[in-house]
């Protein structure tokens, strides 16, 4: 019945006769199942399949519809009470189709058309009811292509050599920790140069065990995304394996999160030998139980001559040579951590305090280590710009001279492969006499990132050194906000850009170093 339907076409004005209105509905009310029809620009049908209409997308390989299919319309016959749902306009946008027809077949056929907005407008697309078939066949969208076509939607191009990407945040917690999540990804894409082209954020009790998101939200999601050309969609969460091949297999676009985006912002900044070593393990192991479904021809090895079986899979082989590759890492990181240690015994035997600068990332402690130290490290608005420990000789003041480090930064949820690569650094913390620890005052979100480093540090059993606080950036606060911080901490405000308040600072780091040899002393003493 349905193939009979090839037969049929529209009127050359693309108008729908009763008559041709009157077999649809008959055909969907003797087989009892929605149906969809493909007409090109002539009103012949071109195609017929089964199904909702955002199945469509299981037919773009089909040359019916790679051939023009902006000159083609879908119509819906369905005998349900229901209008076109989101992941129905979400296969509007990626086929490419002109519009989308639905006819209800009920007592009174109803229709609703489907089509794309121009450019300039918020929404993507608009919807049109009619409970008339001669309202519908006046519709400029319906009848006229050229007028449809001229004010169709058309997806972004994306003319700039950066990478666009498009953000998803989702939390278990508070709007407020969801905008603190999204503004620090914003922060890491800027670090990349990577070019945001849009975003959607959603709160939930539970995060979804399938896609961490919700269904609908990211149906919006795959459909803003391939608006805007976006050629990477980033989760300011860590995707499990099976979710981020889970939503791999719904879109074309690549799938990122937060932990593979400071994986390469790692990369990007990776400038020693040591520092290559300690990301290639991080990598790895992140990417080792992500193997699966990366890569489509980890097919079976095919047997050789005489072979018993059709041989090993080659994703068994990656495998292996992964855990093997790690294992050499790994091997080459406990060498670091050797001699590192090596050098700190040589420290200990020269009787010098050491002190390391620590905090969150872009907090400011490069350009405070220069201002200490007189040096020039590298300094960097932008997130992890120092990755490898350096080590200065510096005077405090005229009787105290010590050992400061400048190390990476911190960040909330730092990724446990990351924390476990870079352990050869984190031991030169652990080993520190003094943990400096900079805060950047002018931060909306100084609070909360202090407790962040806090609880790195805890992760990591660092809470136990001893530890003081350097307010940075004092310059950038507004002067009531100054005098408050001044009054309350009035050594250890300080801007590191220009040199507000780093002599005060070095006199409350001088008293504390002096505290700390008189407390040592008193251990040596008790102990013989």
């Known amino acids: 019945m349905l193939t009979n339907l090839f037969k049929k076409r529209l009127t050359k004005e693309n108008i ?3 008559d041709f209105l009157r077999i649809l509905t008959n055909c969907n009310t003797e087989i009892d199942k929605d149906f969809n029809l493909i007409v090109n620009h002539r009103g012949k049908i071109t195609m017929i399949f089964l199904g909702n209409p955002f199945e469509i997308e299981n037919f773009f390989n089909n040359e019916t519809l790679r051939s023009n299919p902006t000159q083609k319309r879908l119509i819906f016959i369905s005998n349900k009470k229901n209008i076109f749902e989101k992941k129905d306009k979400v296969a509007l946008i990626n086929s490419k189709l002109n519009n989308f027809l639905l006819i209800q077949n009920s007592v009174n056929i109803n229709f609703e058309i489907c089509y794309k907005n121009s450019g300039n407008k918020k929404n993507l697309w608009t919807s049109e009811l009619y409970n008339d078939i001669n309202d519908l066949n006046k519709s ?12 169709n939607l ?7 050599m950066k990478e666009k990407v498009y953000l998803v945040g989702v939390s278990d917690n508070s709007q407020n920790d969801l905008d603190y999540s999204m503004d620090e990804l914003n922060e890491l894409c800027s ?42 969609i980033i989760f300011n969460k860590e995707l499990l394996p099976h979710q981020a091949k889970k939503i791999s297999n719904t879109t074309t676009i690549n799938i990122c999160d937060r932990t ?14 040591e520092a290559h070593i300690q990301i290639e393990l991080a990598r790895l192991k992140y990417e080792l139980p992500r193997l699966i479904g990366t890569v489509k021809n980890y097919s079976q090895i095919a047997g050789g001559i005489r072979s018993k079986g059709p041989g090993e899979k080659k994703l068994e082989q990656k495998r292996r040579y992964l855990r093997k590759r790690i294992k050499d890492l790994e091997r080459e990181i406990n060498n ?12 200990e035997r020269n009787q010098m305090i050491s002190a390391t600068l620590i905090g969150y990332t872009c907090a400011g402690k490069s350009t405070l280590f220069n201002k200490l130290t007189r040096s020039n490290v590298t300094e960097s608005t932008k997130a992890f710009s120092t990755l490898n420990p350096t080590t200065r000789k510096t005077y405090i003041s005229a009787e105290t001279q010590i050992l400061l480090s400048d190390t990476v930064g911190f960040i909330s949820d730092l990724p446990k492969d990351l924390v476990s690569s870079f352990r050869a650094t984190l031991e030169e913390i652990g080993e520190s006499d003094i943990l400096i620890h900079v805060v950047d005052l002018s931060d909306i979100n100084f609070e909360e990132k202090i407790l962040s480093v806090e609880k790195t540090l805890k992760d ?3 809470e136990f050194n001893k530890i003081i606080t350097v307010y940075n950036k004092i310059d950038l606060v507004t002067d009531q906000n100054k005098i408050i911080y001044k009054n309350s901490s009035p050594q250890q405000c300080v801007s590191s850009s220009n040199g507000e308040g780093i002599d005060q600072f070095k006199i409350f780091l001088d008293n504390n170093i002096k505290e700390l040899k008189r407390n040592l002393q008193i251990k040596i003493s008790a102990n013989f």
């Open 460 to 462: 990591t059993g660092l």
């Open 140 to 151: 400029a969208y319906w009848t006229n292509l050229k007028f449809s076509k001229k004010n």
């Open 260 to 273: 593979s985006l400071i994986l390469e912002i790692f990369e990007k900044n990776a400038k020693s030998k």
């Open 16 to 18: 729908i006769t009763k």
């Open 191 to 232: 670090s990349l140069d990577k070019i945001v082209v849009g975003s959607k954020t959603q709160v939930r009790k539970k995060y979804d065990t399938t896609t961490l998101i919700g269904k609908g939200v990211l149906n919006e999601i795959l459909l803003e995304a391939k608006f805007y050309n976006a050629d990477k």
């Open 154 to 160: 058309k997806l972004v191009e994306n003319k700039s």
């Open 336 to 347: 670091l951590s050797k001699r590192r240690s090596l050098t700190r015994s040589q420290r």
